[in-house]
């Protein structure tokens, strides 16, 4: 395993432990769930909309190239790849992120665990592929 790779994976375990701390922050809650609110419903859609784009941003930062037309970047193929994968692992642990804020705002446990285990599979099932190879200027 590279240097690149395996610095993505102290992020990733990082962001494992922020989602556990979220986890046992959101277990001290004593907030009894009532009525799902509006607010709570629009927690649950940011949360639904981080799983979807931390795929699709992900593929988007990817692919994206220099084309001709446009003013040229300092992006490589490597920056764009790191670019990818650390959006993919912030993407992942904000679910967990905004399951601790719906259990805050006296959301149901089992719909707070459902985005914990979310978070937590897509962190643990991210890989960060191979590579690029590196240019002189990284």
Known sequence: MSTPER????????????VLTCLKVAMGVEKSPGEITWVQWVVMAVALWAVVSGFTLQRQIVRHSDRPSRRPTRSTPFTRWR????VRLA????????????????GRMWIVNTLFGLGSLLLLIWRPGVSPEQSHSS
């Open 83 to 86: 670019a990818g994968n650390l």
């Open 7 to 18: 610095q993505l994976r102290l992020v990733q375990v990082a962001c494992i432990l922020v």
């Open 91 to 106: 993407c992942a642990t904000s679910v967990a992120l905004w399951g601790l804020v719906l259990r805050e705002n006296g």
